[in-house]
């Protein structure tokens, strides 16, 4: 709601300040602070602030370069940690679907055009089919498990249960591993 933005954009911009005293080293190898970019961007839009176009500009860049500086340049970290980056891809989406508006209302309508389109085909790829949801969940997944597992395997379901299936393996024997080590823990005292 607009309340809860009028609220958090201090409080945004308050971090900020504080992300700026961090060392580059930390922030390279972390996204939150793209993320916050992102956030006060958001803000400044929700809010009509259109006299903050300057600096929203300034801070789609910034949030930019931290991606890439953090991802890589072509999610190259990010796929060799974590295997692909399908949660991610809503972060670009909203990078993307920014950079569109600052554009379009900085006068720069073929940019703004171009930005929109990337962030209308990064819709479409994320977007997921609630029929698939639904084949997942009567499979007894949560509607969340399914669709990060449909996100994660670019909406294939097969692949989606697999990898839900698998998830749910490692949880739960870092669980029991968790629990044998507080049982000798225990044990020893």
Do not use: M
């Not at 300040?17 to 972390?30: A, D, I, R």
């Not at 969940?137 to 597992?149: F, H, K, T, V, W």
Request: glycine share 6%; net charge positive; with cysteine.
């Amino acid at each position: 709601t607009l309340f809860r933005s009028a609220v958090a954009l201090p409080f945004l911009l308050d971090a900020d300040k504080h992300f700026c005293e961090c060392g580059t080293e930390l922030l390279n190898t972390v996204d939150n602070y793209a993320v916050l970019q992102l956030d006060i961007v958001w803000c400044y839009f929700r809010l009509g602030q259109l006299d903050c176009l300057d600096d929203a500009e300034k801070k789609l860049i910034i949030a930019q370069k931290s991606f890439t500086k953090c991802y890589g340049e072509n999610h190259e970290r990010l796929i060799h940690i974590k295997g692909s980056y399908g949660r991610e891809k809503v972060l670009f989406l909203r990078l993307y679907l920014l950079q569109g508006i600052v554009n379009y209302y900085s006068g720069k309508g073929n940019q703004s055009a171009e930005y929109l389109s990337k962030a209308d085909d990064l819709y479409r790829e994320l977007y997921i089919d609630p029929e698939k949801v639904n084949s997942l969940i009567q499979l007894g997944c949560s509607p969340q498990e399914a669709r990060l597992g449909l996100r994660a395997c670019d909406g294939n379901l097969e692949h989606a249960a697999n990898h839900i299936a698998n998830r749910k393996e490692e949880k739960a024997k870092i669980r029991k591993d968790e629990k044998e080590k507080r049982r000798k823990k225990i044990g020893r005292a």
